[in-house]
């Protein structure tokens, strides 16, 4: 769990570094991916373990539309209104997808990975979660990577570090701007394709994502998509041992509480400067 | 008291007695309903101005006291059998007590990290209240029947003295707002808002400041919460202490105008009808179609009108002027005199 939380929040900290917009509507982005995974499966027949790169490309371009429609205009407002745009968003979304689909759940219970398990001793593993944790290092990787190393990537540090100054430059901030977008998106549709070979798939299934993803990025730090993935499996980790042992109702009780204990040794972060 | 400080308190006063007279206009039962919900929002939005909107901390995690004060009111009928004013003001210390305790460790952060952690602080408060057995858990409160009257905070034959109940809390809320915009204290916090490290150096605590603003904005909401709960006579925790309370007033704030002691008033009186009435008009369909017109209004709101609609306000009451207000304007080149030269 806590390597898909990793990844929501890499997507998450990616938009919310170089832009400095809180995308509320980052779970119904991972929700819609889980939903167009589910149809995928249950209309052609392609597992979710096939069908990702699908799933990645829609929510690259919802996200890249996104930015077209919406954000391009509230970027340069002041401070809480792209967070007012992407809250709408998030409620108009979600609600489509109960309009759409109804609100029940839906899983998939025949996929290729389904209910195999595998045994270590006295640990048992499931597949699905094996994969889901597998292809959310990898697809983490990649996006470090594709940061780290490619002109685009480049171009992104650059502008979240000064705008202005990589305009200068030359680098079009327009298209930088909606290309992170676009590969925030495309982390959460990673994510969703993965999940939902485990986790049932209903209009809210992305808002508690969302929640914990907001926690996770700040515990990293901010301006260093880095720091997701390690606090994304601290806080996955957080979550199952603290349900397992005080019960499932203080979980989420104790993955807050670690927030804001380590919050108070490293007030930015984990890995944040 | 300087000349606008009148005039907005006059214009608040005008405001509060024009409001005194609508709920006699008519009798219909709805449009009591979304009167009340305007400005129980409304004072709601102004006691979190007083921490976002002057002091810069933006908070998402009000539903916390919105909550307590709710289960304060509840608690104290349906456990103890004593007046829910009495649950009203317990729940207010108490709900000053938990600002008070969280503000230590949470204030040290900054900016979003402060945001993030009041939400963590919101979904902790929420999940232990699910968890809570005394208080019902997640079953929730249904508070018992009473005879109508001031004592006992129920009224059924009308919704007429829930109106005035909610006046007198928005005319407490935005008066207190009001006086802590334009007192010595408020124009600290919007130092402080400004640049922490400026107001330090000319000899403001910015820790005392924003602990008293936390704490004075908690016990305001946690009296909405009590006023909340006595008039939905049920509450559960997913009602009083999600995420989406603490968004919806962030939302109605921030679409009216952050800050200023009518944007909540504004936010509110358009926000909240809309979500009232799609909900009538559409809400029947079980589909969320309300919500989608709701969320699609929100986003078009935000897209074409960045300022909130007090800047477009602003902007037909002076067509030329393209600058913020005077104070807010000194407060940051003082700042950014103090910055550079530090």
Same mark, same amino acid.
């Given at each position: 769990?806590?390597? @898909?939380?990793?990844?929501?929040? @890499?997507? /998450?900290?990616?938009?919310?570094? @170089?832009?400095?917009?809180?995308?509320?509507?980052?779970?119904?982005?991972?929700?819609?991916?889980?939903?167009?995974?589910?149809?995928?499966?249950?209309?052609?027949?392609?597992?979710?373990?096939?069908?990702?790169?699908?799933?990645?490309?829609?929510?690259?371009?919802?996200?890249?539309?996104?930015? #077209?429609?919406?954000?391009?205009?509230?970027?340069?407002?002041?401070?809480?209104?792209?967070?007012?745009?992407?809250?709408?968003?998030?409620?108009?979304?979600?609600?489509?997808?109960?309009?759409?689909?109804?609100?029940?759940?839906?899983? /998939?219970?025949?996929?290729?990975?389904?209910? #195999?398990?595998?045994?270590?001793?006295?640990?048992?593993?499931?597949?699905?979660?094996?994969?889901?944790?597998?292809?959310?290092?990898?697809?983490?990787?990649?996006?470090?990577?594709?940061?780290?190393?490619?002109?685009?990537?480049?171009?992104?540090?650059?502008?979240?570090?000064?705008?202005?100054?990589?305009?200068?430059?030359?680098?079009?901030?327009?298209?930088?701007?909606?290309?992170?977008?676009?590969?925030? +998106?495309?982390?959460?549709? @990673?994510? +969703?394709?993965?999940?939902?070979?485990?986790?049932?798939?209903?209009?809210?299934?992305?808002?508690?994502?969302?929640?914990?993803?907001?926690?996770?990025?700040?515990? +990293?730090?901010?301006?260093?998509?880095?720091?997701? /993935?390690?606090?994304?499996?601290?806080?996955?980790?957080?979550?199952?041992?603290?349900?397992?042992?005080?019960?499932?109702?203080? #979980?989420?009780?104790?993955?807050?509480?670690?927030?804001?204990?380590?919050?108070?040794?490293?007030?930015?972060?984990?890995? +944040?400067? | 008291?300087?000349?606008?400080?009148?005039?907005?308190?006059?214009?608040?006063?005008?405001?509060?007695?024009?409001?005194?007279?609508?709920?006699?206009?008519?009798?219909?039962?709805?449009?009591?309903?979304?009167?009340?919900?305007?400005?129980?929002?409304?004072?709601?939005?102004? *006691?979190?101005?007083?921490?976002?909107?002057?002091?810069?901390?933006?908070?998402? %995690?009000?539903?916390?006291?919105?909550?307590?004060?709710?289960?304060?009111?509840?608690?104290?009928?349906?456990?103890?059998?004593?007046?829910?004013?009495? $649950?009203?003001?317990?729940?207010?210390?108490?709900?000053?007590?938990?600002?008070?305790?969280?503000?230590?460790?949470?204030?040290?952060?900054?900016?979003?990290? !402060?945001?993030?952690?009041?939400?963590?602080?919101?979904?902790?408060?929420?999940?232990?209240?699910?968890?809570?057995?005394?208080?019902? %858990?997640?079953?929730?409160?249904?508070?018992?029947?009473?005879?109508?009257?001031?004592?006992?905070?129920?009224?059924?034959?009308?919704?007429?003295?829930?109106?005035?109940?909610?006046?007198?809390?928005? *005319?407490?809320?935005?008066?207190? !707002?009001?006086?802590?915009?334009?007192?010595?204290?408020? !124009?600290?916090?919007?130092?402080?808002?400004?640049?922490?490290?400026? *107001?330090?150096?000319? $000899?403001?605590?910015?820790?005392?400041?924003?602990?008293?603003?936390?704490?004075?904005?908690?016990?305001?909401?946690?009296?909405?919460?009590?006023?909340?709960?006595?008039?939905?006579?049920?509450?559960?925790?997913?009602?009083?202490?999600?995420?989406?309370?603490?968004?919806?007033?962030?939302?109605?704030?921030?679409?009216?105008?952050? $800050?200023?002691?009518?944007?909540?008033?504004?936010?509110?009186?358009?926000?909240?009808?809309?979500?009232?009435?799609?909900?009538?008009?559409? $809400?029947?369909?079980?589909? %969320?179609?309300?919500?989608?017109?709701?969320?699609?209004?929100?986003?078009?709101?935000?897209?074409?009108?960045?300022?909130?609609?007090?800047?477009?306000?602003?902007?037909?009451?002076?067509?030329?002027?393209?600058?913020?207000?005077?104070?807010?304007?000194?407060?940051?080149?003082?700042?950014?005199?103090?910055?550079?030269?530090?």
């Amino acid at each position: 769990m806590g390597c @898909v939380y990793g990844l929501v929040a @890499v997507g /998450l900290g990616l938009i919310w570094g @170089v832009m400095d917009v809180i995308n509320f509507a980052h779970g119904e982005f991972l929700m819609l991916s889980m939903y167009s995974a589910y149809w995928m499966y249950t209309l052609f027949r392609i597992d979710p373990l096939l069908s990702w790169p699908i799933e990645t490309a829609l929510i690259f371009l919802l996200g890249y539309a996104t930015y #077209k429609l919406i954000i391009k205009r509230v970027v340069n407002a002041p401070g809480l209104t792209a967070l007012l745009a992407t809250y709408g968003l998030s409620l108009m979304l979600r609600n489509l997808a109960q309009f759409a689909w109804s609100a029940n759940y839906k899983y /998939l219970p025949d996929t290729f990975l389904a209910n #195999k398990r595998l045994l270590m001793g006295p640990l048992i593993i499931g597949w699905p979660q094996l994969a889901a944790a597998a292809g959310s290092i990898l697809m983490s990787v990649a996006v470090f990577n594709f940061v780290g190393r490619t002109r685009m990537g480049r171009a992104m540090q650059a502008t979240a570090l000064d705008r202005s100054a990589a305009q200068l430059m030359g680098i079009d901030s327009e298209s930088v701007y909606a290309f992170t977008f676009g590969i925030g +998106g495309a982390c959460v549709g @990673v994510a +969703g394709a993965l999940l939902a070979t485990f986790f049932p798939v209903y209009p809210e299934s992305g808002a508690i994502y969302s929640t914990l993803a907001f926690v996770i990025v700040a515990l +990293g730090g901010f301006g260093n998509i880095r720091g997701a /993935l390690p606090a994304g499996i601290i806080m996955g980790l957080a979550e199952t041992l603290g349900g397992f042992y005080l019960g499932t109702e203080y #979980k989420y009780t104790i993955v807050f509480l670690i927030y804001l204990l380590v919050m108070q040794l490293r007030p930015k972060g984990l890995f +944040g400067w | 008291m300087g000349k606008n400080a009148v005039r907005e308190r006059n214009a608040l006063l005008a405001l509060i007695a024009a409001m005194c007279v609508l709920p006699l206009l008519t009798r219909n039962v709805n449009t009591h309903h979304v009167i009340i919900m305007i400005l129980l929002y409304a004072s709601l939005g102004e *006691a979190w101005n007083i921490i976002t909107g002057l002091a810069g901390q933006t908070s998402f %995690g009000h539903a916390a006291f919105f909550g307590i004060g709710a289960y304060g009111a509840a608690m104290a009928y349906f456990k103890f059998g004593v007046t829910p004013w009495i $649950g009203m003001a317990v729940a207010a210390v108490a709900s000053a007590v938990v600002a008070a305790i969280v503000s230590y460790p949470v204030f040290r952060l900054r900016g979003h990290y !402060f945001a993030v952690a009041t939400m963590a602080v919101g979904e902790i408060v929420f999940q232990l209240f699910v968890a809570w057995r005394w208080v019902e %858990g997640a079953t929730g409160i249904s508070i018992p029947v009473a005879p109508e009257g001031l004592a006992t905070f129920q009224f059924r034959s009308s919704k007429l003295p829930y109106a005035y109940i909610a006046i007198a809390l928005f *005319a407490l809320a935005a008066f207190v !707002f009001h006086f802590v915009s334009r007192s010595k204290f408020g !124009f600290q916090l919007r130092a402080i808002r400004g640049s922490e490290e400026a *107001a330090m150096a000319i $000899g403001i605590s910015p820790a005392r400041a924003k602990l008293t603003a936390m704490v004075l904005s908690a016990a305001l909401t946690s009296i909405v919460g009590s006023a909340y709960a006595q008039y939905v006579l049920y509450i559960d925790p997913f009602m009083v202490f999600s995420m989406a309370i603490s968004m919806k007033i962030v939302l109605l704030t921030v679409l009216g105008g952050l $800050g200023s002691v009518w944007g909540p008033v504004l936010g509110a009186a358009i926000l909240i009808p809309l979500s009232e009435y799609t909900r009538i008009a559409f $809400g029947g369909t079980g589909r %969320g179609v309300d919500l989608i017109i709701f969320g699609a209004l929100i986003v078009l709101v935000a897209c074409f009108e960045p300022q909130g609609i007090i800047g477009l306000a602003r902007r037909l009451a002076q067509p030329n002027a393209n600058r913020k207000g005077g104070a807010d304007g000194d407060v940051d080149t003082k700042s950014d005199a103090a910055r550079t030269s530090a």
